[in-house]
């Protein structure tokens, strides 16, 4: 692993203070950094940029909210720091232009990032590369900046950034294609950053550097030693003002449950703790996060939701947490704050929480301090699937976390559902729905498993060849604006047979990956849109119409199902159909044989949404899944 380079955990002799003296000097004649851009890159690449989906916001667009803690801590130190959110910029242009052909995905970002280091003129850019998808895009950014800038020194980190260089097969392929890239930080770097910049200004002897590697040098420098922020190092919040947190949505969307608010709330995110209890083997939130989990003080979040309330008009937030509801007390403690401060901010975990943390009092108190949605990590319903995977949970407690969820209406509760893991069978895959039909919850957010760099998952799948990792475009969640799922639906391909997946086949044997997109929209259709039929709550079927008109106008403007069900919703709640809504429907099954096939399939039509009388709910609960007929009984 990282062939060519020379560690030192320690540098307290003389001649490793030279060496490290002679290598900030190297980089910094002047040894000197005032001004510091931090820098956003564009999600993906022009490869992968979807204009007609950018142009109608569908995509995220999170504020930077990592680079955003970085920038408050080197203000304390009495330095200049400007974010550049290079993917906002794409968004907001994609937004204003009048058509695909006066868009040009790369002169928006080239030109802005050239107008900030003209304007700034930096000592140093930091550049964050969260997801595998950025990969490409983040490269592209680091060779621009050396363009515009032969001798400005780069430094890059992040969660890709870390995962990619200490994992032994793919930090080969990371140092060849960041070659303009100068410094790596890895990790939490807010607090290694920080004393490299002191170390660089010579305001901190030359005693200790922290997980960095010097890319660009002869001798290649590796620091491994971390300097991972405690719990009262942690009370810092990020400086918002630089994360333009008000505009974002205009643009793009944060989270999932955003649709649950009216159109033009001020949304934005806030991280209450870092870390997981959890040690799933398909996440690298541990490796990044170290053991365990690390909280801030309940005062410092209860200021900072203060402070974006009053000052930002935020009315609504999203927690970045991995484990939000970890501490029981805590917990509590931080949601009555909420409620007593009475805010006026409503929030949701579009991140999952671990089911076992659902009890009556936390749900209730969440429910009480403005929770509107939350999704519990699940992912499987077979005992030994989620036991090799280490899920925190078991049939029995994600069971017992519905039934309290329930009790709240005003939450919207979803679950995590993933398919296609190691070894998995359809008999296994038939017991994550069976689990789902039980849990009875709201929604189900369904994946096709993905291995990502620095898992214990990852390594397995690679040593049985059964992935490149030299292709990062493709390592990427199947949900999302970039996801899997939606390139897939752009090109009415993600679902190809029309039968059953589940019958007339061996149970306990695996199914090729050509064959998991019809499982998962099979069980999309039954779990999410066919349970649309029995829900009879008010309160539900408004958070249900309001889910089913973001997936018709935004998610999937051209698949005809959730705009079938949008309909049914809408005669169910109001009475009538909007025309314009049937009028689209009649389009695409008119012109797409492909559409019409399925909706035979599934014995829909438009003819038929536009006479309903509600019977299909009689047929709901008598009309069991087909699947039965193969032995395996629906819950």
């Known amino acids: 692993m990282l062939s060519n380079i020379k560690i030192n955990e ?124 950025t990969h490409s895009s983040a490269v592209n950014v680091c060779n621009e900046i050396r363009r515009l800038n032969p001798v400005l020194p780069i430094a890059i980190g992040g969660v890709h950034i870390t995962n990619c260089f200490v994992e032994d097969k793919m930090s080969d392929i990371l140092l060849k294609d960041f070659k303009k890239a100068d410094i790596f930080f890895l990790y939490e770097a807010e607090l290694a950053f920080k004393q490299f910049i002191k170390m660089v200004n010579r305001v901190a002897s030359l005693n200790k550097l922290y997980q960095v590697f010097f890319n660009s040098s002869s001798d290649r420098l590796y620091f491994p030693e971390k300097k991972i922020p405690t719990e009262d190092e942690l009370n810092i919040i990020p400086a918002h003002d630089l994360m333009t947190p008000t505009e974002l949505m205009n643009y793009g969307v944060i989270g999932s449950f955003f649709c649950m608010k009216e159109k033009g709330t001020k949304i934005t995110t806030i991280l209450s703790n870092r870390g997981c209890r959890g040690q799933c083997t398909y996440c690298s939130v541990r490796n990044f996060n170290g053991i365990g989990v690390r909280h801030r003080s309940v005062e410092s979040v209860i200021e900072e939701l203060d402070m974006l309330r009053n000052k930002y008009d935020i009315r609504h937030v999203m927690w970045l947490d991995d484990d939000f509801l970890h501490d029981h007390k805590r917990t509590l403690h931080l949601f009555t704050e909420m409620i007593k401060r009475n805010l006026g901010i409503t929030w949701d975990c579009t991140n999952g929480v671990i089911a076992a943390s659902c ?102 799948v690679l040593q049985k060849d059964e992935l490149n990792p030299t292709e990062f475009k493709n390592i990427k969640y199947n949900s999302g604006s970039y996801g899997k799922f939606q390139e897939k639906l752009n090109g009415n391909q993600f679902y190809s047979a029309l039968a059953d997946p589940f019958i007339n086949i061996n149970l306990d044997a695996v199914p090729p990956k050509s064959q998991l997109n019809n499982i998962w929209f099979y069980m999309n259709y039954h779990l999410n849109f066919k349970r649309l039929y029995k829900v009879n709550n008010p309160i539900k079927l408004e958070q249900q119409l309001k889910y089913v008109q973001n997936i018709t106008d935004l998610v999937a403007p051209e698949d005809p199902f959730p705009m079938y069900f949008c309909g049914y919703l809408q005669k169910k709640l109001r009475g009538k159909i909007d025309e314009q809504l049937i009028k689209r429907l009649e389009e695409v099954l008119q012109f797409s044989e492909y559409w019409r096939k399925r909706f035979e399939f599934f014995g829909l039509s438009a003819d038929k949404l536009k006479s309903l009388n509600f019977s299909e709910e009689l047929q709901y609960r008598l009309k069991p899944f087909s699947i039965a007929k193969n032995g395996l009984n629906t819950c």
């Open 10 to 133: 320690q540098i307290r002799d003389i001649t490793s203070e030279q060496l490290v003296d002679k290598e900030l000097t190297r980089l910094f004649p002047r040894r000197v950094i005032k001004r510091i851009l931090l820098v956003v890159p564009p999600d993906v690449d022009v490869s992968i940029f979807n204009y007609t989906t950018a142009k109608r916001g569908r995509c995220w667009n999170y504020p930077p909210y990592g680079l955003g803690i970085i920038a408050t801590h080197l203000r304390d130190e009495g330095l200049s720091v400007k974010i550049t959110n290079l993917n906002n910029e794409i968004l907001k242009e994609c937004s204003f232009s009048n058509s695909e052909s006066d868009f040009n995905f790369d002169d928006v970002w080239k030109t802005k990032l050239s107008e900030e280091i003209t304007d700034f003129q930096p000592d140093i850019v930091g550049i964050s590369c969260m997801f595998t998808q």
């Open 359 to 460: 009890t009556d009092e936390i749900i209730a108190a969440a429910a009480e301090s403005g929770c509107i949605g939350l999704t519990i990590g699940v992912e499987s319903g077979n005992s030994q699937v989620l036991k090799k995977i280490r899920k925190p949970g078991n049939i029995n407690i994600f069971i017992k976390a519905a039934e309290i969820l329930k009790k709240y209406e005003q939450i919207n509760t979803r679950a995590f559902l993933m398919i296609g893991l190691p070894d998995e069978t359809y008999r296994m895959i038939y017991d994550t729905v069976r689990l789902a039909l039980k849990m009875d919850l709201d929604w189900y957010n369904i994946t096709i498993f993905e291995p990502l760099p620095n898992t214990p998952i990852f390594e397995s």
